[in-house]
């Protein structure tokens, strides 16, 4: 996924997220209204979460792997001779 895009979806997502949850101390319990804001901050967050977990992997995948052992980046460290 694009940086920019990436960036777009997570603000979108959290904007929704966020008015979602404010307007949700105003709303009247068991109404229809109520009801609609429970299930866009569910949708919202779970939105969210799956945004971060392929972004998440996104960006491991294009890091350099970290040596496993001690002796391996005292050798990574070292200049070829």
């Known amino acids: 996924m694009a940086p920019a895009l990436g960036r777009l979806a997570f603000t979108m997502g959290l904007t929704l997220f966020l008015l979602a949850l404010a307007a949700l101390p105003f709303l009247p319990l068991g109404s229809p209204a ?10 919202s967050g779970g939105f969210l ?8 992997r996104g960006v491991a ?21």
């Open 34 to 43: 109520f009801v609609a804001d429970l299930l866009a901050l569910a949708i």
């Open 49 to 56: 979460a799956l945004l971060i977990v392929f972004i998440r």
């Open 61 to 81: 995948r294009h890091l350099p792997s970290q040596p496993a052992s001690e002796e391996e980046r005292h050798a990574a460290s070292r200049p070829p001779s």
